[in-house]
């Protein structure tokens, strides 16, 4: 059972580069999320979803988009990259509270590490 | 909207003495409050939530949290620490809504990084 699973883990990219990040789940999780993580700001919720084919902004959205195209996945894509975006990049997934889900009980994958030059 | 403040970014401690990590929130509505833990190089792992009842919850490894509504508290507590317990904590608060619009949403803190030096 290999829980959340983020790719890549690392990558640089320099500015005005595209790329997206891959969140999968294996826990048919109803919730999906995407925080980043700066020193000193703990995580700052970028984009999250309640269900396939489903999105919404968090607190800090602008310059990323996101799909779920299927309920396992879940992308984040950065069109076009800028050096504010350097973070380290997690991704969550969680049971819906209607479904027996506990509230709070994120499951984290192991992070992406983003550089931009 | 809801905010959390860790009132220390790093406490280093010796092995087996208590620490206590604090945490103060902010919120106009009834909220779920949370620690996680994050070991070098890992993803956030649930460490304990209050939702309701007993202010005083348990969680794993031995840390306890104490809910103060009247100081807006959670603050995280452990009476002996070891050296596995060096590692970021988060405290984290989500609205106290039965699924409606919150949808799980949480809120972070800066988080605190604990050192536990033998």
């Known amino acids: 059972n290999a829980g959340v699973t983020q790719t890549p883990k690392f990558r640089v990219l320099k500015t005005g580069q595209s790329m997206t990040l891959l969140c999968a789940q294996d826990?048919?999780?109803?919730?999906m999320y995407w925080y980043r993580q700066d020193p000193g700001m703990g995580l700052r919720l970028i984009h999250y979803?309640?269900?396939?084919?489903t999105t919404a902004k968090g607190e800090v959205p602008d310059g990323y988009n996101v799909s779920r195209l299927k309920k396992q996945n879940f992308l984040l894509g950065l069109e076009s990259a800028a050096p504010s975006q350097t973070s380290v990049y997690f991704c969550a997934s969680s049971y819906s509270w209607g479904r027996g889900g506990r509230p709070g009980e994120l499951f984290f994958g192991e992070g992406s590490r983003l550089t931009v030059l | 909207a809801q905010s959390v403040t860790q009132l220390d970014s790093q406490v280093p401690v010796f092995e087996e003495a208590p620490v206590e990590l604090r945490c103060n929130y902010s919120?106009?509505?009834?909220?779920?409050l949370f620690w996680y833990v994050q070991y070098p190089n890992q993803g956030l792992q649930l460490l304990l939530k209050?939702?309701?009842?007993?202010?005083l919850v348990k969680g794993i490894n031995g840390f306890e949290a104490e809910f103060n509504k009247s100081q807006t508290s959670f603050h995280l507590r452990k009476p002996s620490v070891h050296i596995s317990d060096t590692a970021e904590y988060f405290c984290a608060v989500s609205r106290a809504n039965a699924g409606g619009t919150s949808y799980g949403k949480l809120t972070f803190g800066q988080g605190t990084i604990l050192t536990v030096h033998p």
């Open positions: 919120s106009s509505v009834s909220v779920y």
């Open positions: 826990m048919n999780h109803e919730y």
């Open positions: 209050y939702l309701s009842g007993s202010t």
């Open positions: 979803s309640v269900g396939e084919g």
